[in-house]
T-cell receptor, first 114, second 109 residues
Framework: GAGVSQSPSNKVTEKGKDVELRCDPISGHTALYWYRQSLGQGLEFLIYFQGNSAPDKSGLPSDRFSAERTGGSVSTLTIQRTQQEDSAVYLC????????????FGDGTRLSIL | AQRVTQPEKLLSVFKGAPVELKCNYSYSGSPELFWYVQYSRQRLQLLLRHISRESIKGFTADLNKGETSFHLKKPFAQEEDSAMYYCALSGGNTDKLIFGTGTRLQVFP
């Protein structure tokens, strides 16, 4: 596709359930990033992929959060045993490679935990 | 510590007035600085980056290493400039972006 695609666009789930968020980056972009945008916290980095490897997971807030990337393309962010504080917009971005290239963002997934 | 500070949550001006959105940063090395913009119901998109030294939609930003600032300026604001503006820096081994908390610009007719 022409841009970064994320699904679902909205997700409402009950506290304690697991959720999976998907990101399809721009074709050919080797770098992929997940960010979280929550009220009062701004935009926070979660994890960075280069290809299928994740050399920087420093932003993941707890061990309930994990992510993987397969085929150097699609990435999935999984949140286990969701808590209300997980409610946020989760944004994915990709860039053609490292080296200060601009990141292109998706529309995000708005996650609401009841 | 790496940090980006945008001191203004909201900036309101009238059409045709000059605009300056402030951004200060803290970083131990040589970062890349960016301005991202999010228009209503649109995705976050890059507005400009300091290494390009270009003007986009009439906006410019100059990196001042002495003052560790990267303020965004436009001499004559337009109504269509109304949006949320985020200053961000990247650096190190991953180029992850560190964002400020954003400034909402409102341009009144």
């Amino acid at each position: 596709g022409a841009g970064v695609s994320q699904s679902p666009s909205n997700k409402v789930t009950e506290k304690g359930k697991d959720v999976e968020l998907r990101c399809d980056p721009i074709s050919g972009h080797t770098a992929l990033y997940w960010y979280r945008q929550s009220l009062g916290q701004g935009l926070e980095f979660l994890i960075y992929f280069q290809g299928n490897s994740a050399p920087d997971k420093s932003g993941l807030p707890s061990d309930r959060f994990s992510a993987e990337r397969t085929g150097g393309s699609v990435s999935t962010l999984t949140i286990q045993r969701t808590q209300q504080e997980d409610s946020a917009v989760y944004l994915c971005a990709s860039s053609i490679n490292r080296g200060g290239q601009p990141q292109h963002f998706g529309d995000g997934t708005r996650l609401s935990i009841l | 510590a790496q940090r980006v500070t945008q001191p203004e949550k909201l900036l309101s001006v009238f059409k045709g007035a000059p605009v300056e959105l402030k951004c200060n940063y803290s970083y131990s090395g040589s970062p890349e600085l960016f301005w991202y913009v999010q228009y209503s119901r649109q995705r976050l998109q890059l507005l400009l980056r300091h290494i390009s030294r270009e003007s986009i939609k009439g906006f410019t930003a100059d990196l001042n290493k002495g003052e560790t600032s990267f303020h965004l300026k436009k001499p004559f604001a337009q109504e269509e400039d109304s949006a949320m503006y985020y200053c961000a820096l990247s650096g190190g081994n991953t180029d992850k972006l560190i964002f400020g908390t954003g400034t909402r610009l409102q341009v009144f007719p």
